[in-house]
């Protein structure tokens, strides 16, 4: 059974820096691509940062220069180490998976960034 298990989230201020981790188990991390996503209130759940099997990531805009995901494949565990940190993202943070049309969501985890 896939289990993504995520941790890290809290509140934070604006400028502030958070690094949210997402353990994987019943999965070899590394074959699969590895995402994060975020949902702040009553908008669309939305893609903040993505990693593949070769180590090839990519970024939403909002977040280029400030977010950085990361892999450990010998830990099972992906990261996103977030800095510069702005009220508007606040939002759940959700971990997120994706081998051969399997797909695997965790349960997330809130963050919040006051002013």
């Known amino acids: 059974q896939v289990q993504l298990v995520e941790s890290g989230g809290g509140l934070v201020q604006a400028g502030g820096s958070l690094r949210l981790s997402c353990a994987a188990s019943?999965?070899?991390?590394?074959?699969?691509?590895m995402s994060w996503y975020r949902q702040a209130p009553g908008k669309q759940r939305e893609l903040v940062a993505a990693?593949?099997?070769?180590?090839?990531?990519n970024y939403a805009d909002s977040v280029k220069g400030r977010f950085v995901i990361s892999r450990d494949n010998a830990k099972n565990t992906v990261y996103l180490q977030m800095n510069s940190l702005k009220p508007e993202d606040t939002a759940v943070y959700y971990c997120?998976?994706?081998?051969?049309?399997?797909?695997?969501w965790g349960q997330g985890t809130q963050v919040t960034v006051s002013l």
């Open positions: 997120h998976r994706f081998q051969g049309g399997s797909i695997s």
């Open positions: 019943g999965i070899t991390l590394s074959f699969n691509v």
């Open positions: 990693i593949n099997s070769d180590g090839n990531t």
